[in-house]
C-alpha cells in the first residue's frame, strides 16, 4: 500500500496515466501500482514517497525550483533539501517527510478534491467514448526481438530515473519524441496505438533503443 495514503482527504492524490492509453497503469496482475501515487500540485508539480522516510518534490520547471530552494535558504530551512537531481527542464528535490507540511506550501499542493480517490475516472483524461481506447495490435515478428529489447531497456531506466513510473513514461515520450522530431502522445492518440506500437511502426525501435542505451550509461 503507498504510503502517501496516509494524506488523502489532506491533499489531492493522483495515479499516472498512461498517455498512450489515457489508463491507470497496472502490473502483470492486473492491478493497479498504487506505490506510484502522487500528491498532485499546482503547475505540473508533483509530490512522491521515495522509500523510507524520504519523499520527493518532483518540480517541471527548474526556475520554480531554484525559487523554492531560494526560499527555503531564505527561511534558514537550508537542512529540509536531502538532495537534488536536476534534468533539463525540472528539478527533483528529496526531503524528509517530516518537512512535508512546509514543502506543500511551497509546491502549492491542491486541496480540493482531497477525498477523492486517486484511481477515480473523475482523475482521468477525458475521451470519445465513440472511439476505443486502443487499436489492438500484433507486433510483426521480424520485430519481436528488438521491441523486447527496448522495452526491456525502458524498464531499466524507469527503475534507474527514482520517476513515478507514469511520470518516467510520459518524460521518455517527450524526449524521444524530441529526438524523432514527433510528438509521439499526438501521433498515439491519433492512430489509437499505445505509444509504444508508435514507436515500432515507424521504424524507430533501433533509434529508441540507442536512445536509452546512452541514458543507462
Not at 489532506?10 to 500528491?39: C, S
Not at 527555503?72 to 529540509?80: A, I, P, Q, S, T
Not at 528539478?91 to 507540511?101: A, P, Q, R, S, T
Request: charged share 35%; glycine share 6%; net charge positive.
Amino acid at each position: 500500500m503507498s504510503y502517501l495514503l496516509k494524506y488523502k482527504s489532506i491533499y489531492r492524490l493522483k495515479a499516472p496515466i498512461d498517455l498512450g492509453t489515457n489508463e491507470f497503469p497496472r502490473d502483470e496482475k492486473g492491478n493497479y501500482y498504487d506505490h506510484d501515487i502522487y500528491i498532485d500540485c499546482k503547475g505540473g508539480n508533483q509530490i512522491y514517497h521515495y522509500g523510507g522516510k524520504e519523499l520527493i518534490a518532483y518540480i517541471s520547471n527548474i526556475g520554480r525550483a531554484k525559487n523554492i530552494i531560494k526560499k527555503l535558504k531564505e527561511m534558514g530551512k537550508k537542512d529540509v533539501v536531502l538532495k537534488i537531481f536536476e534534468g533539463d527542464e525540472e528539478m527533483l528535490i528529496h526531503f524528509n517527510v517530516k518537512d512535508i507540511e512546509l514543502m506543500a506550501e511551497l509546491c502549492k499542493v491542491r486541496t480540493s478534491g482531497a477525498s477523492i480517490s486517486p484511481f477515480s475516472v473523475r482523475n482521468l483524461p477525458k475521451t470519445d467514448k465513440s472511439k476505443p481506447k486502443y487499436n489492438k495490435y500484433e507486433v510483426p515478428i521480424e520485430h519481436k526481438e528488438e521491441y523486447k529489447k527496448m522495452f526491456k531497456l525502458l524498464k531499466e531506466w524507469i527503475s534507474k530515473s527514482g520517476l513515478a513510473i507514469g511520470k518516467a513514461y510520459d518524460n521518455f515520450y517527450v524526449e524521444f519524441g524530441k529526438v524523432v522530431k514527433m510528438d509521439l502522445v499526438k501521433e498515439s492518440k491519433n492512430k489509437n496505438y499505445k505509444v509504444l506500437h508508435i514507436i515500432e511502426q515507424n521504424n524507430l525501435l533501433d533509434k529508441a533503443i540507442k536512445f536509452l542505451e546512452k541514458k543507462l550509461k
